[in-house]
């Protein structure tokens, strides 16, 4: 028995059949992670915890939608007791006294955590190539990035590993890795998912979400993965409600935004043609596609661009090589054990950033540059809300193109940047958005990108759920090809 590219409903199903114990699934979950080593998905595993948790549920007769499930989390929450490195040289040593909220949450109901997924360094990349501890590869071709930050996870769903991963998603680090490897992914309103004991890069956009071959897993994530947190002052105190409850009404009259200003015609045509397609799809399900006008779109990737660096170069001043974390071996005076350290800690982009964000928070550069970045979030995120007054979602395609091959960005920062154009808007305005499998071009992967109003994850995950029951695009994998 195999349970490689097995949904969550799909093992729950087995589990409750008792065609498999959840010490039997871990067994086949470290052997696929064995097998699939070369893809580098793991930073650190967690055999040791995740068999005492089965353990204590091998004798149940009957398994809730999570009990029993493996789960990958991402190296940028804290988990307690388990190595949380951040992707950095700077936490390679860092073993946190606690468990984030939103990881408790999922193990609180039950899921088995196999391990720490591997991710650009701090969060702070879009192919997964600046990881200290190295890239991870594309599980569709060996070649390719398969996006990031939240790279790691996204292979290991894409491979068949795990159902499913917890993903961070700051400017698209959970739908940019999705739509690249052909998982569905939700990155859930700002604030419906506790941030405590998320490692912060920037504060302000930072959020949690589930990340799955299908969406209903998501909803069943999402189920889960949500609650108030007075740990997290951003928590926000509202009703969580069944997110699997909608999933399966039809879609008939439902308005879908297309977004007039953004600009496909620079696009792969590939890309162009598979949207339409989507929108086909989307309309034979009878829902009504109309145009909306979000004027200042255009200015997202340079306003994250100045908030986003911003903010991390505040979070990041934590790290002096004293309080925890790495520490210099070259010290003669306090001075040069915080440079030393912090020169020898951190990567590139990551010092790219730094130098970003501490100049435009700098007296005489704040207002042209910060005020004004946040004065222009404003009038994005009015955009949205006008806009929400005439559609129920509003979608695009999730990326500019499919995977691209490792390398060929990475000395371009601006490209590289560019690959979250359709993705940002969303984590400036706080809105739920999630990127499911829409086809394929050359055997790669696409994604179309949902994007849902203020705390409306239900109807994202609906009209993602017909879509996909109504296509086939998530069931195919990259070990049997695209069929
Ligand atoms: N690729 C974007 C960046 O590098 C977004 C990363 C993220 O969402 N964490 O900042």
Redo the contacts with the bound molecule.
């Keep these: 028995m195999t349970i490689q590219y097995k949904s969550i409903k799909e093992l729950n199903e087995m589990l409750n059949n008792k065609d498999i114990s959840p010490t039997e699934l871990l067994d086949e979950t470290f052997q696929l992670i064995d097998e699939h080593k070369d893809l580098n998905a793991f930073v650190t595993l967690n055999k040791e915890g995740s068999y005492k948790a089965a353990k204590e549920l091998d004798s149940k007769d009957a398994f809730s939608s999570l009990e029993g499930i493996p789960i990958a989390q991402k190296d940028l929450f804290c988990t307690k007791d388990i190595l949380t490195t951040c992707g950095s040289k700077m936490l390679s040593n860092f073993v946190p006294p606690y468990t984030a909220t939103a990881i408790e949450n999922l193990e609180k109901a039950g899921c088995l955590s196999v391990g720490k997924t591997n991710m650009d360094e701090f969060?702070?990349?879009?192919s997964n190539e600046t990881s200290f501890y190295g890239n991870v590869l594309n599980p569709w071709n060996k070649d390719f990035v398969p996006g990031?930050?939240s790279g790691g996870s996204a292979a290991a769903v894409a491979a068949g590993i795990v159902a499913a991963a917890s993903g961070?998603?700051?400017?698209?680090?959970i739908r940019q890795p999705a739509s690249l490897c052909g998982i569905s992914g939700l990155k859930p309103t700002y604030g419906r998912i506790s941030r405590w004991g998320m490692i912060a890069?920037a504060s302000s956009l930072d959020q949690a979400g589930p990340m799955a071959r299908t969406v209903e897993d998501c909803a069943l994530l999402l189920n889960e993965m949500c609650s108030y947190d007075k740990k997290d002052t951003t928590s926000l105190n509202v009703e969580i409600p069944d997110f699997t409850h909608n999933l399966n009404n039809e879609i008939k009259n439902k308005k879908i935004g297309i977004v007039k200003e953004f600009d496909l015609s620079k696009l792969d045509q590939n890309v162009v043609k598979n949207f339409e397609s989507s929108l086909d799809q989307l309309k034979k399900l009878g829902a009504e596609i109309v145009e909306v006008s979000i004027p200042n779109i255009s200015l997202s990737v340079p306003t994250y661009y100045v908030i986003?660096p911003a903010e991390c170069s505040s979070n990041l001043s934590r790290y002096d090589g004293v309080k925890y974390g790495f520490r210099t071996d070259n010290i003669t005076d306090l001075e040069n054990l915080y440079i030393n350290s912090r020169t020898e800690g951190f990567g590139e982009e990551v010092k790219r950033r730094i130098l970003i964000g501490t100049y435009v928070l700098s007296a005489g550069f704040y207002d042209a540059y910060y005020k004004k970045a946040q004065q222009v979030r404003r009038l994005i995120k009015n955009d949205f809300d006008n806009a929400f007054k005439e559609v129920d979602v509003i979608v695009s395609p999730t990326t500019r193109g499919p995977a691209f091959a490792a390398g060929s960005k990475s000395g371009d920062p601006i490209q590289m940047y560019l690959?979250?154009l359709f993705t940002i808007p969303a984590n400036l305005a706080g809105l739920p958005a999630m990127s499911i499998p829409s086809g394929f071009e050359n055997n790669m992967p696409l994604g179309l990108q949902i994007i849902g109003n203020h705390l409306d994850e239900s109807t994202v995950l609906q009209v993602g759920h017909n879509f996909q029951v109504n296509t086939d695009f998530h069931n195919q994998n990259p070990s049997k090809g695209v069929s």
């Design positions: 969060a702070m990349g879009s990031g930050s961070t998603d700051t400017g698209g680090s890069f986003a690959e979250d």
